[in-house]
């Protein structure tokens, strides 16, 4: 068994076969989405019933014939039988590709998390994960495609969870907003148009002038 991408063809009205992504067979999690339109990934994940779960991703930059596909470890189940789960969300404000997915916790606590990863093109890889969950036994969630970009630079995710008050367990639905933030001032200052010298009054000295420019 594999993953395919197949692509429609608006022009011969057909389905174009793309490749395998993957050359193996895995459990669930399957879904896909483009970034910034040029790039197309897939993910999915492999669930180990007395070992590591893994979550699985590929792409493909435009042009190209071959995937490039790659791996990172999520749980350890320790006999405990619960499959993980992916996707993928694209954020259109900030061409921001996410990866939400499932970790199991049994080892340390009665549990299952979700945790997101953005991809990071300049490294080729993804961030560092970062718990969105609240509650336990989130073992599932849903997720738009795509997020609009009158929205902003965010992201979110549905789940159930439980959780134990006063001894008693309820059920919750819940929904997780995922808001990025920029790292900091990426304008550079404006450009410097008059900048005059003159003499100083010791050898070797000048004065300089200049008018601020904006966004200094």
């Known amino acids: ?14 389905w174009v076969n793309k490749g395998r992504a993957f050359n193996k067979s895995f459990w669930r999690g399957y879904s896909a989405n483009s970034y ?13 019933y007395n070992g590591t779960d893994s979550v699985y991703w590929a ?3 435009a042009g190209s ?6 791996a990172f470890k999520t749980s350890i189940n320790n006999g405990v039988h619960d499959a993980p789960y992916s996707g993928l969300v694209y954020i259109e404000n900030s061409k921001r590709l996410v990866l939400f997915y499932t970790m199991t916790q049994y080892n ?5 998390d979700i945790y997101m990863k953005y991809w990071r093109p300049e490294i080729g890889d993804w961030s560092d994960s970062v718990k969105v969950s609240i509650g336990k036994k989130s073992n599932v969630f849903d997720i738009p495609q795509t997020i609009p970009s009158s929205h902003g630079d965010v992201a979110y995710v549905s789940y159930p969870m439980d959780s134990t008050i006063g001894g008693t367990t309820y059920h919750y639905a819940m929904v997780a907003k995922v808001a990025f933030q920029s790292s900091g001032d990426t304008i550079p200052p404006g450009k410097v148009n008059d900048l005059g010298a003159t003499p100083g009054g010791a050898i070797g ?12």
């Open 205 to 216: 000295q000048l004065h300089l002038s200049w008018t601020a420019p904006g966004d200094d």
């Open 108 to 112: 340390v606590a009665d549990s299952v």
């Open 1 to 14: 068994n594999s993953i395919v991408w197949f692509e429609w063809n608006r022009a011969t009205k057909a």
């Open 36 to 48: 910034k339109d040029t790039v197309r990934f897939v993910s999915t994940t492999y669930e180990s």
């Open 59 to 61: 792409y493909m930059n």
């Open 65 to 70: 014939s071959t995937w490039t596909s790659g």
